[in-house]
C-alpha cells in the first residue's frame, strides 16, 4: 500500500540555518505530494503541494521537488525563523482529488534564537 | 480563504460519557468529510470518510459502533465518541473536501481528555 517516510525529529537548529528535511514515499501510480505543517496547538495548514514528477512546490520560503526517480520530496528552506517552529508532515494523495491523504509521522522542528 | 471550524477544542470527559465533536466547512460546501486521529507525538490516522446523506466509510480497525460519525449536511460533520474511556484520549481532526478539487481544509482539531 501507499506510504510516507520522514527523517525522524526533534530537529534543533539555530535561527538562519538552513533546513533539509527528508521525505519518500511508496505509492502505486502517480501520487500528489504534499507538505503540511501544524504549529502548536493548531490543526494542520497545507504548506506546499506537487502534483507531478518535477514540479516544484514553494510557500513562505519553503520548497520541495517532485523526484519520482528518487520517490522524494524533500524539505528545504534557506533561512530558518524562530516562527517556523512546529511539527512538519510529507503526506500523499494517491488521486488528483486530493482524498484521502496519507501522513508521514511527522518532524518537529525547534528554532532557536 | 475556505475554512473548517472544529468544536470543542478541548474537551475533558469522564469514563463513560459520549462526547460530540463538530466539524463544519464554513464557506463552502463539503462533499466529503474526513476524521483523523493523532495520538502524541504521532501522525494523523484516519479513522473514517464520511459524505454527506451516507454512511461513513471507517478504516480497518476502528470501531463504528464507538465512533458514531453522522454528516446531515454538506457543512457539518458530527463524531461521537460513545462510551469513552481513557485509552479513548487524543487529538481529533477533522478534514473537508471541496467539490472543486482543491486540496483538503482541516479544523483546528479536538484535544480529547477522558478520566
Known amino acids: 500500500g501507499n506510504s510516507v517516510t520522514q527523517m525522524e525529529g526533534p530537529v534543533t537548529l539555530s535561527e538562519e540555518a538552513f533546513l533539509t528535511i527528508n521525505c519518500t514515499y511508496t505509492a502505486t501510480g502517480y501520487p500528489s505530494l504534499f507538505w503540511y505543517v501544524q504549529y502548536p496547538g493548531e490543526g494542520l495548514q497545507l504548506l506546499l503541494k506537487?502534483?507531478?514528477?518535477?514540479d516544484k512546490g514553494s510557500n513562505k520560503g519553503f520548497e520541495a521537488t517532485y523526484r519520482k526517480e528518487t520517490t522524494s520530496f524533500h524539505l528545504e528552506k534557506g533561512s530558518v525563523q524562530v516562527s517556523d517552529s512546529a511539527v512538519y508532515f510529507c503526506?500523499?494523495?494517491?488521486?488528483?482529488?486530493?482524498?484521502?491523504?496519507?501522513f508521514g509521522p511527522g518532524t518537529s522542528l525547534s528554532v532557536i534564537p | 480563504g475556505a475554512v473548517v471550524s472544529q468544536h470543542p477544542s478541548r474537551v475533558i470527559c469522564k469514563s463513560g460519557t459520549s462526547v460530540k465533536i463538530e466539524c463544519r466547512s464554513l464557506?463552502?460546501?463539503?462533499?466529503?468529510m474526513f476524521w483523523y486521529r493523532q495520538f502524541p507525538k504521532q501522525s494523523l490516522m484516519l479513522m473514517a470518510t464520511?459524505?454527506?446523506?451516507?454512511?461513513?466509510?471507517?478504516e480497518q480497525g476502528v470501531e463504528k459502533d464507538k465512533f458514531l460519525i453522522n454528516h446531515a449536511s454538506l457543512t457539518l460533520s458530527t463524531l461521537t465518541v460513545t462510551s469513552a474511556h481513557p485509552e479513548d484520549s487524543s487529538f481529533y481532526i477533522c478534514s473537508a473536501s471541496r467539490a472543486d478539487n482543491s486540496p483538503l481544509h482541516f479544523g483546528n482539531g479536538t484535544r480529547l481528555t477522558v478520566t
Open positions: 503526506a500523499l494523495s494517491d488521486r488528483a482529488s486530493y482524498d484521502k491523504v496519507i
Open positions: 464557506d463552502f460546501q463539503a462533499t466529503t
Open positions: 464520511s459524505n454527506e446523506g451516507s454512511k461513513a466509510t471507517y
Open positions: 506537487a502534483t507531478k514528477a518535477d
